[in-house]
């Protein structure tokens, strides 16, 4: 019930092309559902967060797509290019306030 | 110096030694987090501290040992460790239960 699982594991999207992640939970309780971006040698860092009283929240070239009722939410990148290259992170904040539950990551590539 | 600051950034250590990991906020937050990154697998939460309180400790080992001195600083006391326990330690900040700010992290090699 606590866990958020994240796929793909990995993914290569030509430069232009729109990038896709997919989290599923399980927890009802939960209500707020962050995207953490992270690049080599640094720590993850918000990226964009949605709370479940909306079904979309886009910045810029990120959108987030929730479904309350199918306990899923994604995240799209849109004209995806090289510098979004770096692992993806999802993630919901669990019973207690400070107990965010992640999901495994995703790894995209961006080709040039 | 800005944001969450990590030292040291790369650690090696026997399975006999002691070492400490300290995390420094310069963020003005008022909670503090440590995390266990391995590779594929989602972050482990290991412990929290609210206004310097411990608020979470998520069934670890005792041979992580986390200290709150104030509300700028969180070290990470390591002790007896075991090669299982290679991975990079992440520390965060928060104001409240907010986003968390997580700082480079460093990257721990038990031999």
């Known amino acids: 019930q606590q866990q958020v699982k994240q796929s793909p594991q990995s993914l290569i999207v030509q430069k232009g092309g729109i990038s896709i992640i997919n989290c599923a939970y399980e927890?009802?309780?939960?209500?707020?559902f962050p995207w953490y971006q992270q690049f080599p040698g640094k720590g993850p860092a918000l990226l964009i967060a949605i709370r479940p009283d909306v079904s979309e929240k886009k910045e810029g070239r990120f959108t987030i797509s929730f479904n309350k009722s199918a306990k899923q939410f994604s995240l799209h990148i849109m004209d995806s290019q090289p510098g979004d290259s770096a692992t993806y992170f999802c993630?919901?904040?669990?019973?207690?306030?400070?107990?965010?539950?992640w999901g495994a990551g995703t790894k995209l590539i961006i080709k040039p | 110096e800005t944001g969450v600051t990590q030292t040291p950034r790369h650690l090696v250590m026997g399975m006999t030694n002691k070492k400490s990991l300290k995390c420094e906020q310069h963020l003005g937050h008022n909670a503090m987090y440590w995390y266990k990154q391995s590779a594929k697998k989602p972050l482990e939460l290991m412990f929290v501290y609210s206004l310097e309180e411990r608020v979470e400790n998520n069934s670890v080992p005792s041979r992580f040992s986390p200290e709150c001195p104030n509300s700028s600083h969180l070290f990470l006391h390591l002790h007896t460790l075991q090669p299982e326990d290679s991975a990079l330690y992440l520390c965060a900040s928060s104001q409240e239960s907010n986003e968390q700010f997580f700082g480079p992290g460093t990257r721990l090699t038990v031999l």
């Open positions: 993630a919901a904040l669990g019973d207690s306030n400070y107990q965010l539950i």
């Open positions: 927890n009802t309780a939960f209500d707020y």
